[in-house]
């Protein structure tokens, strides 16, 4: 919700998803200009799986990783896999609108 607030205004938001399968439903519908993943997704899957897939769908694809403190691991996983920008949580609002300008050139 954080992420969606401190976008608003900025940037449009196209599309929402709740997990893996839901990101990259929407990913293909929409095609946005840049996703906000979390590597901690419920589920089977995680976020790291959704940007192998959401890549393997458009290489191009701008995908920003949200992680947390301590998951460099899926962090060096992420890099290996095409990941644009990392917002660490916790974070700020004004560091996620830098990230989503500094990751979409605008």
Do not use: C, W
Not at 31 to 45: F, H, K, N
Not at 67 to 86: K, N, Q, T, V, W
């Amino acid at each position: 919700m954080m992420i969606k607030d401190a976008l608003k205004g900025s940037f449009e938001i196209i599309g929402e998803a709740e997990s893996v399968e839901d990101a990259i439903r929407v990913f293909r519908e929409k095609r946005p200009d840049a996703v906000t993943m979390d590597i901690s997704l419920v589920g089977e899957l995680n976020g790291i799986d959704a940007l192998q897939k959401i890549k393997e769908i458009d290489p191009g694809a701008v995908v920003i990783m949200v992680s947390s403190m301590g998951e460099e691991e899926y962090i060096r996983r992420s890099i290996d896999l095409g990941a644009s920008e990392f917002i660490v949580k916790p974070f700020s609002k004004d560091k996620i609108r830098e990230t989503m300008i500094h990751a979409t050139g605008g």
